[in-house]
């Protein structure tokens, strides 16, 4: 089964540079990219205009930039952990920041790697080689189980009171 990425970034240049990374270390995989958090959500979720799997298919992996319109990276993280069909979907965050209360932040909201996006364009390459090999071809994520996840959005405190 082919593993899609998700990657949300409002960067046209990050975006095209990573895009031509990846197809420049042989992914075959399907890619998209939203702009911003809340796509990234609207995405994750199914809804309009992202609601065709075929089209959207759920992602492998999220790869995230923390500094997006409407809602920052970390907001999104943080709504992608509170919801019971996601726990375990790996979030990479893809920043230029190297800030230490960033990386922390990341951390505490549950990221699974913290990337630093290069400064020149070639060295997008090295790095789509390493994500590629580690999250898509080499780690086996636990498989989502969707029969007892709440509906996306619902209050985690209201599918408590409903068990």
Same mark, same amino acid.
């Given at each position: 089964?082919?593993?899609?990425?998700?990657?949300?970034?409002?960067?046209?240049?990050?975006?095209?540079?990573?895009?031509?990374?990846?197809?420049?270390?042989?992914?075959?995989?399907?890619?998209?990219?939203?702009?911003?958090?809340?796509?990234?959500?609207?995405?994750?979720?199914?809804?309009?205009?992202?609601?065709?799997?075929?089209?959207?298919?759920?992602?492998?992996?999220?790869?995230?930039?923390?500094?997006?319109?409407?809602?920052?990276?970390?907001?999104?993280?943080?709504?992608?952990?509170?919801?019971?069909?996601?726990?375990?979907?790996?979030?990479?965050?893809?920043?230029?920041?190297?800030?230490?209360?960033?990386?922390?932040?990341?951390?505490?909201?549950?990221?699974? *790697?913290? +990337?630093?996006? &290069?400064?020149?364009? =070639?060295?997008?390459?090295? !790095?789509?080689?390493? /994500?590629?090999?580690?999250?898509?071809? *080499?780690? +086996?994520?636990? &498989?989502?189980?969707? =029969?007892?996840?709440?509906? !996306?959005?619902?209050? /985690?405190?209201?599918?408590?009171?409903?068990?």
């Amino acid at each position: 089964m082919p593993k899609t990425i998700l990657l949300v970034e409002d960067s046209e240049d990050d975006a095209f540079f990573i895009t031509r990374a990846f197809k420049a270390v042989g992914m075959v995989s399907p890619f998209s990219r939203v702009e911003d958090g809340q796509k990234a959500i609207d995405y994750l979720s199914g809804r309009n205009p992202f609601a065709d799997r075929a089209r959207f298919p759920m992602p492998s992996l999220v790869l995230m930039d923390i500094k997006l319109p409407f809602m920052s990276g970390f907001e999104v993280l943080r709504w992608i952990r509170e919801q019971p069909a996601f726990p375990t979907l790996p979030v990479v965050m893809f920043t230029s920041s190297n800030q230490e209360c960033d990386i922390e932040k990341a951390y505490s909201l549950g990221a699974n *790697a913290y +990337l630093m996006k &290069p400064n020149h364009g =070639e060295h997008y390459s090295e !790095l789509a080689g390493l /994500i590629k090999r580690f999250w898509l071809d *080499a780690n +086996l994520p636990p &498989p989502l189980k969707l =029969e007892n996840a709440a509906p !996306l959005g619902m209050p /985690i405190q209201q599918k408590i009171a409903q068990l």
